[in-house]
């Protein structure tokens, strides 16, 4: 690949949601992460780690309570009642549940072409364009007239596809996009993302608690943990060499179909409750390897060699731990 | 010893234009301390095959062969009859623990009232076993975790909780319907560990039910791999996962992400699998399958069987005579 030219940049976000006891619970908390053009990134973490609402706010639907998003060079500014600027809508999301993210009371040719008579196409024209993307997506275009309770899971998340490409969208965040699919429709949906990236250069965000699809599939890897991101690199070498120890504990955790019935490792421990995160290295009462200092200091994500990754074994006790 | 003997279920459910038939004639049995693993996907029967053997099936399902649970005919047994069996020998654990449990009774309330009634102990005493079924599946504090509600816990410690409640009954077989899918890998691992871990323990034989092949080779001893309804191929675990025979194993293995690939796109399987009530005669994957043969519909097919219980219902048998790097490369 040429110089990686940065498309979508979060400097510092942080995500803070009010509950009604009026807590507060920072759901991200000062995130940086660049998706660069025609890459596909993968990100990866438990339930609970904030990477939905990470890609909630990247096309802001969420509003940030610090620091900044930058898509093309220009802020996204969260969504609310006055209107989207139009750049943004290259800017698009897929959602986990192709049961919920589809309205089951409209066919799905009003609901595939909404976005593009609002953005002035008549409306002959956005349903040719609409069946042309559901062709594209595997569907034949008579599915223009009928309801999702007509498709399975695989073939309703094709049309939430077809949806979030009707405005020709430059980044795609894809939240969980093929978790609720059966075995065969993974693999197939997941392809069918690849493809269309390659084939529109688009570029991705690829949201999963499947290391292993991510893998296969994404460019680089952002691990994250409770709000931070833990690690970012390569993803081959997040694979072959993982660094930090909640990386090496996922990677460990998933199990392999060699038949040869080998254990996949637990990661003891619960995700801690965000509105009291541990002090110190947000990992450490979880982390098989952490020392004293962890509780203390904070990691910062720094690079390790040519990596980088926030463990205080790797970056600043490195001298003092080897 | 053989725990279950499955001889030629058959499930037919209602729908609007008549019966259709979602598990057809399968046989399978389970030993005592066994796991016998249900690879399928939805629409593939293997949930219907566990609810019938609770009994649970819809009332107009049709039902037909046999199931004999400690030599003891499950099929055809009236309500109160089942009561004998189903929470008391044999137990099951849903895909959901959010939604399993109650989120307004206490873990107390839920735990104790079977425990009562099917063991006909004291509520006292079923108190005193259930903190104990709650320790012994690794919830911290089990005294606390009585008096809490489901809200209060993370998915993998409610799973763990309705584990402990399906075996509250000391059941003989427990059937785990997708008990770690909705999980993190890291709490899923923590699930399996103690399935295994209480198997050992108690003798107890599991179902276990998943489309994840992962899980199923860490956990199991036997798979039964099953196709809209229809058993695809069966037999031990390591030989299945190591040298399928079917195409339909070996394209649900290709289509997982491979460990040590370079490519960038998963091998899919093409199409999908056929509606409720419309699988053809012969086979029922040959519309997807790259191997198809004239001979592979039209007529019903043969099961071929191997050695060490491998049995495979394939016209064509693609693999045959393959070695393990020439099938799994």
Known sequence: MNQAQPILQLNNVSVTYKRADRTKITAVSGVDLTLNRGEILGLVGESGCGKSTLGKAAVGILPTSAGEITFNGKAVAPLNSSVRSRELLKLQLIFQDPYSSLNPRRKIGDQLIDGLLNSGVNAEEARESSAKLLERVGLSRTTLTKYTHQFSGGQRQRIAIARALTLQPEVIIADEPISALDASAQAQVANLLVELVQELGMSMIFISHDLSVVRQISDRTAVMYLGKMVEVANTLEIWDDPRHPYTKALIKAIPRPDGKGSMPLELPGDVPDPRLPPSGCRFHPRCPVAIAECSVMEPKMAPAADRWSSCLLNNELRKVGS | ?329
């Not at chain 2, 975790?145 to 809200?151: D, E, Q, R, V």
Request: net charge neutral.
């Open chain 2, 1 to 329: 010893m053989t725990l279950l003997e499955v001889r030629d279920l058959s499930v037919q459910l209602q729908t609007k234009t008549g019966f259709a038939t979602a598990v057809d004639r399968l046989s399978f049995t389970v030993n005592e301390g066994e796991i016998l693993g249900i690879a399928g996907e939805s629409g593939s029967g293997k949930t219907m095959t566990a609810l019938t053997l609770l009994g649970l099936l819809p009332q107009h399902a049709k039902v037909s062969g046999s199931a004999k649970f400690n030599g003891q005919e499950l099929i055809g047994l009236s309500s109160k009859e089942w009561q004998k069996f189903r929470g008391a020998q044999i137990a099951m654990v849903f895909q959901d623990p959010m939604t399993s449990l109650h989120p307004m009774l206490s873990i107390k309330a839920q735990m104790t009232e079977h425990m009562v009634t099917h063991l006909g102990i004291s509520q006292q005493q079923a108190l005193v076993d259930a903190e104990e079924l709650l320790a012994d599946v690794r919830i911290p504090d089990p005294k606390k975790a009585l008096n809490s509600y489901a809200g209060q816990f993370s998915g993998g410690m409610r799973q763990r909780i309705c584990i402990a409640m399906a075996l509250a009954c000391k059941p003989k077989l427990l059937l785990a319907d997708e008990p770690s899918t909705a999980l993190d890998v890291t709490v899923q691992a923590g699930i399996l560990t103690l399935l295994n871990r209480l198997r050992k323990e108690h003798q107890l034989s599991i179902i276990f039910i998943t489309h994840d092949l992962g899980v199923l080779s860490s956990i199991t001893n036997k798979l039964l791999v099953l196709y809209a309804g229809r058993e695809a191929e069966s037999g031990s675990t390591s030989t299945i996962l190591q040298l399928p025979r079917h195409p339909y194993t070996q394209g649900l293995l290709d289509s997982l992400p491979q460990p040590d690939s370079n490519e960038k796109l998963l091998k899919s399987i093409a199409g999908f699998p056929p509606e409720l009530g419309k699988q053809p005669i012969g086979c029922a994957f040959a519309e997807r399958c790259k191997f198809a043969a004239a001979t592979c519909s039209g007529d019903e097919l043969l099961p071929t069987y191997l050695a060490d219980s491998h049995k495979f219902i394939c016209a064509v048998d693609p693999f045959a005579g393959l070695s393990i790097n020439q099938v799994r490369p």
